[in-house]
């Protein structure tokens, strides 16, 4: 009897050490692939009015911030207009309002880099921020409770500014075709709890969250479409559903600060 549960500890050990050597293949194989250059993504600024987006108008004024990572800065496509900020500066501006649009997203941020960014950000003055983090202290394996230190720090700065603080939790990355399985599940495991640890920092220091994986996680997992050419930042319809899922959050924002 000792025998037999020797032997199903060993094939439990080898088959545990197998599992790690194919993530640890899978791993150095998606830092192998080719990524679109952070230099490709648009400079995320504008001015914004009127049911065209673009133009002179009158309506209230909003000031609207983008912080965070890649998916901030807009790799993956071309135009500001095809990133969150320039679809949520569109959205707003078709509603009557004059939306002012800067980013000083950084690619390849985590959470720890949020500092800086929020510093050039205040310079502006703004009335909402929108946050876009969370990706790539999965990749690294951020500790949870540095990520939530970083970005409580990060929203209660901005509010104390008197900043409305929306933001986007790390989206689904078991949608992510970059990664093989069971990589991909893996950090998609990783990403879900890191979103909920984020979530719960955000409502702590006064911010809104908004759960991307969970409002768009599935249309990423079904759409190849929604990703660039890369399979890891989100294309022009990726971003599309990012910023429908953030804008009631935005809009609220931006009317909360109109009323004051």
Do not use: K
């Amino acid at each position: 009897m000792l025998d037999g549960a020797l032997g199903t500890v060993s094939v439990i050990a080898a088959g545990a050490a197998l599992g790690v050597a194919v993530l640890a293949v899978e791993a150095w194989l998606a830092t192998r692939r080719d990524y679109v250059a952070d230099m490709t993504a648009p400079h995320v600024e504008g001015e914004y009015t009127g049911a065209t987006g673009r133009g002179a108008g009158g309506g209230p004024s909003v000031r609207l911030a983008v912080l965070g990572d890649s998916t901030a800065a807009g790799v993956g496509v071309r135009n500001v207009g095809e990133t969150v900020g320039g679809f949520l500066a569109t959205r707003l501006a078709s509603s009557g309002r004059r939306v002012r649009l800067v980013g000083v997203a950084i690619a390849g941020s985590r959470t720890g880099d949020l500092g800086p960014q929020v510093s050039r950000a205040l310079l502006g003055r703004p009335d909402v921020a929108v946050i876009l983090v969370g990706t790539n202290d999965v990749i690294h394996a951020t500790p949870t409770p540095t990520v939530r230190r970083h970005l409580g720090d990060a929203v209660r700065r901005l509010r104390g500014a008197g900043v409305g603080v929306v933001v986007g939790t790390c989206p689904d990355l078991g949608a992510a075709r970059a990664y093989a399985q069971p990589l991909r599940a893996l950090l998609g495991g990783r990403g879900r709890r890191l979103a909920a640890a984020q979530a719960a920092a955000v409502r702590a220091a006064g911010g809104v969250p908004v759960d991307l994986g969970e409002q768009t996680g599935g249309v990423f997992r079904a759409d190849p479409g929604t990703f660039s050419v890369d399979r890891f930042h989100p294309s022009v319809d990726g971003y599309r559903l990012w910023a429908e899922a953030l804008l009631p959050a935005v809009s609220d924002a931006a009317s909360s600060r109109a009323s004051l």
